[in-house]
């Protein structure tokens, strides 16, 4: 079973930019971080997997994404999954299928990645929200 979470994905990490930190940021992403914690426990999660890279960490200036922490601190198998690119993310969990999986990409992959994923025999649950940030939240809310 794959559980599909949707995010802005400046919450998966901290960073130091002022716009990654703003007071909305900062609440989204610690209601992330609650949620995905939540779901390793209640659905036995073996496998966190997310759209992002080693690439992507040296652009943001990231040294450790949410779902990397949780992978050593919970010592389960964490994989980045090529930004960007349903379809390798596809290749990337094949052999995924029989396990629990906690997937995070970006909020506008949520949607047509559930179908690939359900096209491919996978058993896919949907997080109840997503953690999507408006440009108007994102730029103009309080530091």
């Not at 690439?55 to 090529?82: M, N, P, Q, Y």
């Not at 990409?105 to 996978?122: M, R, Y």
Request: glycine content about 4%; charged content about 25%.
């Amino acid at each position: 079973m794959v559980y599909l979470i949707g995010v802005n994905h400046v919450v998966q990490f901290g960073a130091p930019s002022r716009a990654s930190n703003s007071k909305i940021v900062r609440e989204n992403r610690a209601s992330f971080k609650a949620h995905v914690l939540e779901v390793i426990e209640k659905l036995n999660i073996t496998i966190l997997a997310e759209e992002f890279s080693h690439e992507a960490k040296k652009k943001w200036d990231v040294s450790e994404t949410a779902l990397e922490h949780f992978g050593v601190t919970k010592r389960i198998e964490h994989r980045f999954c090529t930004p960007g690119q349903e379809e390798m993310w596809l290749s990337e969990i094949a052999d995924c299928k029989k396990m629990s999986v906690l997937f995070v990409c970006g909020s506008d992959h949520l949607e047509s990645f559930c179908k690939k994923l359900t096209a491919a025999d996978f058993d896919v649950a949907l997080a109840p929200k997503s953690w999507s940030i408006s440009e108007a939240e994102f730029f103009f809310s309080d530091p």
